[in-house]
């Protein structure tokens, strides 16, 4: 009997090994880690490609030392300080990286079991309303809230190329008052309530649309092999155009009427997906404006011509924080960092350090969370930060998020 079993486990095991796969080289890592620690070169069950945690941000700090190394040698051995230089660019790029690098690194020696890839993370919602509080700490000045409302849908074909539409609008839920800040001795003889009269009132409108596309790379270049595993590259490219407009009243009934619309052609950036939780995002690129204006006590524009505005640069760095995981509870709830720095200039923020005035551009830290019923195709997302610049200050949004559209993949590489 022992013959007989002996032989039927042969012809059993024989078309198995007959079929088996070769080995796979060294550098095939087929098989899916459940963790991704911070020194070693791992894969995530059910993502693309493989990471190298620790290398990837080794090779950010590297890069954003260099960039904001090269921007503070620019401030010393020039005196150029416009507002397109690109030396302030360099520097808050720089900052960026580098905090984001470190603050990763604490981030994975603090889990010494590894990173996961977030299942369900905070990302750009498709509904979004935005509240700004107003106030003013100025006697006699008012600054209203302000609210602002957004549509980003996001269209999607396979895992290679995504879209993001956008157009949205805020403006200011009232208007705000400028006053003349020497005291008015007559008035308060005369027991007025308001010891500075308003000599400027205004109110704003911004209008703004674009679209926001996403080609995934399987490294920096096509067809380079990937020895390294400094994790996966995006290549992006943002058109947008914005339209500010703002209506004056100095002093008087008359009104005047500005208006700046502002082209970004070619805004190219990259996101750097440096850990399966974290990711470093750079855009940046020239912006062309269109300047009008009416003359006081009218509201018929007087555009100009186009001209070449300010250079326009931002850096995000982005942490995902899982807290209660879909598949052992009712309801999914996960976690955002976010630390940006925003160029532009074009509002007249600006973040003001020591001496140096007016010359970088506004701070962002802000905090995401996602709420999400199991096998609900809709989530909730609410989000709070605040704007480190002058005239910035805190806000706090409530948004929806539904599910992708999806195209049909034929024909798109996998």
């Known amino acids: ?62 890069g954003a030392g260099a960039a904001l190394g090269g921007g503070l040698l620019g401030f010393e051995s020039g005196d150029s300080l416009g507002t397109g230089d690109p030396y302030a660019q360099m520097v808050g ?31 750009r919602p ?27 849908p996001t269209i999607t074909a396979g895992d290679v190329f995504q879209l993001q539409p956008s157009v949205g609008a805020s403006f200011g839920l009232g208007t705000s008052a400028d006053v003349d ?55 992006r490219y943002r058109p947008t155009v914005e339209v500010r407009r703002v209506t004056r009243h100095p ?57 070449l505005g300010g250079f326009y640069a931002e850096a995000w760095y982005q942490v995902d924080v899982p807290l209660t995981p879909l598949a052992t509870t009712k309801t999914s709830v996960s976690g955002r960092f976010n630390l940006g720095y925003v160029h532009s200039k074009l509002d007249g923020e600006a973040f003001d350090l020591g001496a140096i005035i007016g010359f970088f551009g506004p701070v962002n830290v802000s905090w995401d969370l996602r709420i999400r019923r199991r096998d609900a195709p809709v989530a909730l997302q609410i989000g709070a930060g605040i704007w480190l610049t002058e ?10 998020v539904t599910p992708d559209i999806a195209l049909p993949t034929r024909g798109v590489a996998p």
């Open 93 to 123: 790029t720089g900052l960026i990286g580098l905090v984001g690098a470190g603050v990763g690194t604490l981030l994975g020696l603090l889990s010494p079991r590894g990173e996961t890839a977030v299942e369900d993370r905070p990302g």
């Open 126 to 152: 498709t509904f979004r309303l935005k509240l700004s509080p107003g106030g003013s700490s100025t006697l006699d000045e008012a600054a209203p809230y302000g609210l602002a409302l957004s549509f980003d």
């Open 1 to 62: 009997m022992r013959p007989m079993v002996l032989l039927l486990a042969l012809l059993l095991a024989a078309p198995a090994q007959a079929q088996a796969p070769p080995s796979p080289p060294p550098l095939d890592l087929s098989l899916p880690a459940k963790t991704c620690p911070q020194i070693e070169r791992c894969c995530v069950a059910g993502t693309q490609p493989c990471w190298h945690p620790g290398l990837s941000r080794a090779l950010l700090a590297a």
């Open 181 to 235: 800040p020497r005291p008015q001795l007559q008035a308060f003889r005369q027991g007025q309530d308001a010891l500075f009269p308003v000599t400027l009132t205004r109110s704003r409108l911004k209008v703004a649309a674009g679209a926001e596309m996403a080609w995934k790379l399987p490294y920096p270049l096509p067809g380079v092999a990937r020895p390294a595993s400094a994790g996966r590259f995006e290549i």
């Open 391 to 400: 005239g910035g200050g805190p806000y706090i949004e409530v948004a929806l």
């Open 251 to 307: 002093g008087t009934a008359q009104e005047q009427v500005t208006e700046h619309v502002a082209l970004y052609p070619a805004l190219l950036g990259f996101r750097w997906h440096t850990s399966p939780r974290q990711r470093f995002t750079f855009f940046a690129g020239p912006r062309v404006d269109w300047i009008g204006f009416s003359d006081p006590g009218s509201t018929e524009l007087r555009r100009g011509p186009p001209v």
